[in-house]
């Protein structure tokens, strides 16, 4: 029953450094999500892929990249950390469109 | 650009109340999805509505999809402290091929034993 499941759980950068976030889900779903959530924001969709092979902006993927790498996985990459980056990541998957999304339990991520 | 309208923001009451929040919109929805998050965890769904007028039921929790497709809410009967948590609404945009989740900010509920 692993579900949606997210690596690392916690980590601290130093602006300007490099990181991947990975996430895979065992559930054979065709979508998945990244969302970053910060106080007072709710969740704000930053990328999304809709099936294996695409990938498409949503509401804010600036400083962002991902990739689908399979239909398991979809990673989300920092490539020059910035302070407002600052959150915490949320990857979801769901079995059509945006319907009924099921989340990873979260990275908290700090960029000082 | 869309927005979801939840309210309200935040609750504190005593166990054993109930509870009413709900989601409002000046956009008509396809679909509505109450989740629950817990602190530490990822959002969690609780109770999806397909059809305007739906009122469905998860235990203690009842939502209802509201006949002008723009509106839902969700009530948490008897609470508990493990009811605890932020509860957000979502809805579902759909225009061709084209879906799109917008989420409310959230109702933080505390529950004093």
């Known amino acids: 029953n692993a579900g949606v499941t997210q690596t690392p759980k916690f980590q601290v950068l130093k602006t300007g450094q490099s990181m991947t976030l990975q996430c895979a889900q065992d559930m054979n779903h065709n979508s998945m999500y990244w969302y970053r959530q910060d106080p007072g924001m709710g969740l704000r969709l930053i990328y999304y892929s809709a099936s294996e092979g695409t990938t498409d902006k949503g509401e804010v993927p600036n400083g962002y990249n991902v990739s689908r790498l399979n239909k398991r996985e979809f990673s989300l990459r920092l490539e020059s950390a910035a302070p407002s980056q600052t959150s915490v990541y949320f990857c979801?998957?769901?079995?059509?469109?945006?319907?009924?999304?099921?989340f990873g339990q979260g990275t908290r991520l700090t960029v000082v | 650009g869309q927005q979801l309208n939840q309210s309200p923001q935040s609750m504190f009451i005593q166990e054993g109340e109930d509870v009413s929040m709900n989601c409002t919109s000046s956009s008509i929805f396809n679909t509505w999805l109450w989740y629950k998050q817990d602190p530490g965890e990822g959002p969690v769904l609780l109770i999806a509505l397909y059809k305007a007028g739906e009122l469905t039921s998860n235990g203690r929790l009842t939502a209802q999809f509201g006949i002008t497709r723009k509106d839902s809410f969700l009530n948490i009967s008897a609470s508990i402290p493990s009811d605890v948590g932020i509860y957000f609404c979502?809805?579902?945009?759909?225009?061709?091929?084209?879906?799109?989740?917008?989420w409310g900010l959230g109702t933080s509920l505390a529950v004093n034993p």
């Open positions: 979502a809805g579902l945009l759909r225009a061709g091929n084209n879906r799109k989740l917008i």
């Open positions: 979801a998957s769901s079995g059509q469109g945006h319907t009924e999304a099921f």
